[in-house]
């Protein structure tokens, strides 16, 4: 990445013009052309940089629901529950951390309903507690990072 | 909140990406049979409904060199976490910050933040930055640094969503 790429990433991930000629105009804004931006945007996305270049959607809006959710595995067990885990389709992602309770996942559904099945499920695979925290409140949603 | 079945389908439609051509709504709009207007009007309604969260690039952490993360909690009290959430949500390395219930006895704690940063060494001193400044230094807190990734995906339920975002 050089000095370009680093202006176009930091000033995208805020967000991207809805115009007739988004590109054009985005490109402006960043003193570039159109065909080097889009160039560079396509380079970035098949470098792996970007993992893609559109929307977040709220799930919740649609109709689906999302929770985040921890287990505490005893270690000889970890590999094993993890693969339980990570065996449901809902499961978003799993991350082990250093805690009592070592092991977060996010379950993503199409209905709240299936939230509480996919749990239960988990429960009676591993024998295990899961511990569920669905968001009461979201202060900031950014996931951007100045590169 | 209601989404329509047309709106639905445009958000299908671009949920992979936005095509890298000169008037990529119109390219969208050809694909589903709307106008390029009618499209740009119903991207406009869904981001300022909030169903749409965010629409720009969105990048891989890692790639970009924010080789740490961390998901940092607090315990406080529940009638100061909004004002200290929003607070914290304005730090730049702050890149979630969620309420979430506590699970006593085992899960005492209350305000969730994810910080990423370059190195764990960096993380800590964000993370003792942010508890200085922000009043969080008063109450209980913990740090939990990921060991491992297992999984990192969509969920597949037809429209993604930010998964790092639950």
Redesign the interface.
Known sequence: MDTVDRRI?NA?????P???????DAARDLGLT?GEL?ER??RL?A?????????????E????A???A?L?VPGERFEAV?DLV?AH?????????????NM???????TPERIRQVIEDIEAETSLTV?N??????????????? | ?W?SETD?EL?AE?????P???????EIGRRIGLS?ADV?DR??AL?D?????????????R????LANA?VVWDVPDDL??TI??R???Y??????????R?LP??PY?L?CMI?GRDRITVREQIARLNAETGLDDYDH?????????????????????????
């Open positions: 990433v995208l991930q805020g967000g991207f809805i115009s007739e000629c988004p590109y054009e159109q889009i945007l396509k996305c470098d792996g940089v970007l993992s893609r270049f559109g929307p977040l959607y709220d799930a809006q649609l109709g689906g999302v929770t985040l921890a505490s993890a990570n389709p809902e499961i978003a992602h799993n991350y082990a951390r250093d805690h009592a309770l977060w996942f996010v379950i993503a559904t199409e511990y925290m669905p968001k009461i409140n979201e202060f900031y949603i950014g996931l951007n990072l100045a590169v | 909140m989404v639905r958000l671009i949920e992979g990406g936005l890298l051509v000169r008037d990529p709504y119109a390029e740009i991207l406009r981001v409904r909030g169903v749409i969260k965010r629409f720009g690039l969105v990048v891989r952490h790639e970009l060199g924010y998901m976490v909004q959430g929003q914290a949500g304005t730049p390395f702050v890149t979630l910050c969620y309420r979430r219930p699970r085992r899960w209350n969730f990423h913990a740090v939990l640094f990921s060991r491992r990734r297992f999984k990192q995906c969509g969920a597949q339920y037809g429209i993604r969503t930010a998964p790092e975002a639950a």
